[in-house]
């Protein structure tokens, strides 16, 4: 049974906008980027999925329960972390992470103990008793993910949990990601717009963009082999490209750097690797790298949405 | 590999423990923002000095009805400081004061601060959140507006020679003593929360709030003198003198220090004048709350 699936979900704002497409999609558990541009439709999702705001058509399914009609259901078990400032200034964080427990529906005592755990498991210590109005992006992303994981959610949505943050915060928080789907068994979405960080920590991917989905797969599955060999040369290869396609194969040059198809050899990749060693010594050429050719998480975007940036 | 010592200050990280307890859901989530609401109120878990306006409010509140009983016990039946009717008039202006001090306490940081959608993401529907507010600073303001009266009444029977005439003497009084503390709680409290809802910080809101009632209770005073059509209208500028005219609608006991008494408008009007208030109100509130996008 997925977490959450979601039929031909589409939202239309009154001005005209569309942000989610007729969106269908199953996620389930682990941690799982949710991928795409700004304004691809990620917090929208998230915030129709938490019974927020209604989808103009479609079904979506959190934890069994519809989001339309049973929000309030799905919200007790899940957390929600926004992506902006979200942080009154004057109270210390134990008084608000416990504060949003028992709004989560805790009984005091559980609040004030899960707010003492979860404020560690974080890393806030000292600091916790100190007014949240000083302290650091840092601390404040921490305790933003505190009361999103303070009453034990079975799932959590992180909108762009890195914003903000520096290069040593950024790492901390994508450990921390981790750490939450893999040792604590909650299953986490994280929306980012940063494939740099969603490869770092999810193990599966559902890529949105203009409210469609792209692709969604495991992570490996979108930076797998493509079954192309990349010939990088010193000088312009060109003229290894033709001799490549007059021996059968098919190959492009672009630059300094040869594709080759290693389907088109007839007898195996070592029949293109051995063509590929020939040609180049046969041509007297300087050769740099020869590679199997990958995916990148790049790609989808540059197909998807470059369309819409050159229209 | 070497032994190192552990640094000092390492805290050992016992695993994530999960919840298996019970979930008190919507309703334990909007009492527990009613709570944290009446904490709010009263300056509780706060500095010294934000409870000096609440409890000193509070205390001049119950002062009259303790001046009252004082001398009931020392005087005996000869002179009645203050009744039951014009309680409420009397002590009204540390209504506003209460509510200017306590209310954008309860609603501007969290809209202020974008907590709002902290809230949202909770097992509570927006209305719960408002409904919730309103109920902290109404319970907050039933301690001026109904605790006094009631002071006085048990007060009054207990200083009686004959406690069982007093209270077959008294008791007649409770449904207006009940209601007319009810209703100046709930309106008032609407009332100041719906103008705090839309003040950007905690001193514009108790700026705002003051304005209105000081403005309404100059400007009722001071029209209402030379009579005619607008003095006749005049009350209804103060919204204290338009709970106390619904209050002589409900229940009678003119007051004669209040506009209500000089004015002449018919007292249903008074009536209806509270229910405008209110709907205004909780529709501002309504509107309010709608649009935070969440």
Redesign the interface.
């Known amino acids: 049974m997925p977490l959450i699936s979601t039929r031909a979900l589409t939202k239309r704002y009154p001005r005209g906008v569309t942000a989610l497409d007729g969106l269908t999609v199953e996620i389930g558990e682990g941690v799982i980027g949710l991928v795409g541009a700004n304004g691809a439709g990620k917090s929208t999702l998230i915030k129709i999925l938490l019974g927020l705001i209604p989808a103009t058509s479609g079904e979506a399914h959190v934890l069994d329960f519809d989001a339309a009609t049973q929000g309030e259901r799905i919200r007790e078990r899940v957390g929600y972390m926004p992506e902006h400032d979200c942080l009154p200034p004057d109270v210390s964080a134990t008084e608000f992470v416990t504060h949003m427990a028992r709004v989560s529906g805790m009984p005091g005592g559980a609040a004030r103990e899960r707010t003492a755990d979860v404020l560690r498991h974080v890393g806030l210590y000292e600091e916790r008793y100190r007014q949240i109005g000083g302290y650091s992006t840092g601390m404040k992303q921490r305790v933003k993910l505190a009361q999103a994981l303070v009453h034990d959610p079975r799932l959590l949505f992180l909108d762009e949990p890195t914003n903000g943050l520096d290069p040593a915060g950024r790492d901390e928080m994508l450990e921390l990601i981790q750490r939450i789907g893999r040792d604590f068994g909650i299953a986490v979405v994280v929306a980012s717009h940063l494939l740099g960080e969603i490869e770092r920590v999810a193990g599966w991917l559902v890529a949105i963009d203009a409210g469609k989905l792209l692709r969604t797969a495991t992570l490996g599955s979108f930076t797998e082999r493509t079954g192309q060999l990349l010939v990088e040369t010193e000088e312009p290869a060109g003229p290894l490209a033709d001799r490549l396609v007059a021996r059968g194969l098919q190959a492009i040059a672009d630059g300094r750097t040869v594709v080759v198809d290693l389907e088109s050899g007839a007898h195996g990749d070592f029949a293109v690797f051995d063509a590929v060693r020939d040609e180049v010594i046969g041509l007297e050429m300087a050769l740099i790298r020869v590679e199997h050719r990958r995916h990148q998480l790049e790609d989808l975007f540059r197909t998807g949405g470059g369309d819409e940036r050159a229209a | 590999m070497s032994a190192l010592p552990e640094p000092a200050g390492t805290?050992y990280d016992i695993?994530?423990?999960?919840?298996e307890?019970?979930?008190?859901?919507?309703r334990?989530?909007t009492g527990?923002?009613v709570?944290?609401g009446l904490r709010a109120v009263f300056g509780m878990?706060r500095s010294a000095r934000s409870k000096i306006i609440p409890w000193g409010a509070v205390i001049l509140a119950l002062l009259p009805a303790g001046v009252a009983l004082a001398i009931k016990v020392l005087a005996g039946d000869l002179i009645e400081l203050y009744s039951y009717d014009s309680y409420l008039w009397n002590i009204g202006g540390l209504l506003p004061i209460f509510v200017a001090a306590q209310a954008p306490e309860l609603v501007v940081?969290?809209m202020r601060?974008?907590?709002l959608?902290?809230?949202?993401?909770?097992?509570?529907?927006r209305v719960d959140y408002v409904v919730a507010k309103l109920a902290a600073l109404t319970i907050g303001l039933l301690a001026l507006t109904l605790l006094p009266l009631l002071v006085l009444f048990v007060g009054r029977i207990l200083a009686a020679e004959d406690v069982l005439a007093a209270i077959g003497d008294e008791a007649g009084a409770l449904p207006m003593i009940v209601v007319s503390g009810l209703l100046h709680a709930v309106t008032i409290g609407s009332l100041g929360l719906a103008i705090c809802s839309l003040a950007a910080r905690r001193a514009y809101a108790a700026g705002a709030v003051l304005a209105v009632f000081l403005v309404g209770s100059v400007a009722s005073q001071i029209f209402v003198e030379p009579g005619g059509t607008f003095g006749a209208l005049a009350p209804f500028l103060n919204p204290l003198s338009v709970l106390d005219g619904a209050r002589q609608w409900l229940f009678g006991g003119p007051v004669a220090e209040s506009p209500v008494s000089s004015s002449g408008a018919p007292l249903y009007l008074y009536g209806l004048a509270t229910i405008a208030l209110l709907a205004v109100s909780w529709g501002i509130l309504a509107v309010r709350y709608r649009r935070i996008t969440?």
């Open positions: 805290i695993g994530y423990r999960h919840y307890g019970p979930r008190l859901g919507r334990g989530a527990a923002i709570g944290a878990g940081n969290d601060h974008h907590v959608p902290l809230y949202f993401s909770r097992p509570i529907r969440a």
